[in-house]
């Protein structure tokens, strides 16, 4: 391309016209400019919704894997707590049905009170057992309930010496 006074002289290839030679005014210079810009712009705005798209369709397929993950743990904790809330009542049942200290005689008065207080702690809790499964299963799913997902932007640079570029 040759720079002249009132334009420029551009030498063109095109395959279906042959060698073309025109000349273009700074007038027609601007115009294409922002003919070129406006078609960056747009073939960026278009790139952008393609990132976005494939963005969108890789944050449905992670949440997707994410969500029966965690309804996986969910289930799991519920049934954990359950467990060990269970084998808690069967240990205390075993406790207040074991006759081996209800030799109440062998006891002094205090000693027969604090047993007498023991033993209706301990059905007091044997009792309480039930609800509380409940409501540490109702804590457990409520902090499982309703995730969202959530985007975070990354970058990666990859710096390379000069010598091995």
């Given at each position: 391309m040759f720079q002249k006074p009132y334009g420029f002289f551009e030498d063109t290839e095109y395959s279906h016209h042959g060698k073309a030679t025109h000349l273009l005014g700074v007038e027609d210079c601007i115009?294409?400019?922002?003919?070129?810009?406006?078609?960056?712009?747009?073939?960026?705005?278009?790139?952008?919704?393609?990132?976005?798209?494939?963005?969108?369709?890789?944050?449905?397929?992670?949440?997707?894997?994410?969500?029966?993950?965690?309804?996986?743990?969910?289930?799991?904790?519920?049934?954990?707590?359950e467990a060990i809330m269970t084998e808690l009542a069967e240990a205390i049942e075993k406790e207040l049905a074991e006759p081996g200290y209800r030799q109440l005689e062998l006891f002094t008065d205090n000693e027969r009170s604090q047993l007498i207080r023991n033993t209706e702690a301990l059905q007091a809790r044997l009792q309480q057992i039930p609800v509380e499964i409940q409501a540490e299963q109702k804590v457990i799913r409520d902090r499982f309930a309703d995730p969202s997902p959530r985007l975070f932007p990354v970058a990666v640079t990859f710096l390379v010496p000069e010598r091995l570029s």
């Open positions: 115009l294409c400019a922002s003919i070129q810009e406006g078609q960056l712009i747009n073939s960026r705005q278009q790139t952008v919704k393609i990132r976005k798209n494939k963005l969108n369709v890789r944050v449905d397929e992670r949440t997707a894997g994410i969500v029966r993950l965690l309804r996986e743990r969910e289930e799991k904790e519920t049934a954990d707590i």
